[in-house]
């Protein structure tokens, strides 16, 4: 009624289950069963760390995690392009589970003249062993009437210190490929960078 929102998890037995994912509010990073992510202090809508296997002890194979906007707008007016720099991102609450961490956030886009759009809210949500990181785009009906084209692309681009990984993705990628840059193809068509 008041409109807050409450969670409440059931496990058998008699004693709570052990957290599968937990969240370090000091350093802004959030461990899962296989992975560790860290976020940009800087208020930028970026992961800045990703360490996978020993979320503890693990090294960061990330080296730069992007996001790619471009809008060809009607009537040939012309185009807008924007980066993961022209986001901004803050959080306004976090909810840590046994099971999920929300992390509640307030995204603002920039639109021109270094105006910046109003803050709608997302949900980032973190599994045990995954997570989902929104990638709505919000458009005002106004907004819409203008817009002929949009492409929206986001990559986590590894660093040497990913050799020896590999990407598979069923039923398309059966057999995995390993994590070089230059090996593999989606769909049989599209190459896996």
Do not use: C
């Not at 989902?132 to 040497?160: K, Y």
Request: charged residues 20%; proline residues 6%.
């Amino acid at each position: 009624a008041d409109g807050t929102t409450g969670w409440f998890y059931l496990a058998r037995g008699s004693a709570a289950p052990a957290p599968a994912v937990r969240y370090d509010l000091i350093a802004d990073r959030v461990y899962g069963q296989h992975y560790a992510l860290g976020f940009s202090r800087n208020g930028n809508a970026v992961i800045e760390s990703l360490a996978l296997g020993d979320p503890a002890g693990g090294v960061n194979v990330l080296d730069r995690s992007k996001a790619r906007l471009d809008v060809d707008l009607a009537l040939g007016i012309g185009s807008v392009h924007r980066t993961e720099d022209d986001v901004r991102v803050r959080t306004t609450g976090i909810h840590a589970g046994p099971l999920r961490i929300i992390r509640e956030s307030e995204v603002r886009g920039r639109m021109l003249l270094g105006l910046y759009s109003a803050p709608v809210r997302d949900n980032f949500i973190f599994y045990a062993d995954g997570f989902v990181l929104p990638t709505t785009i919000r458009l005002t009906p106004t907004a819409r009437m203008m817009v002929r084209t949009i492409t929206l692309r986001i990559s986590m681009d590894l660093n040497e210190r990913a050799g020896g990984m590999t990407f598979q993705s069923g039923p398309e990628m059966p057999v995995p490929v390993p994590i070089d840059g230059h090996a593999g193809q989606h769909g049989g068509w599209a190459p896996v960078a």
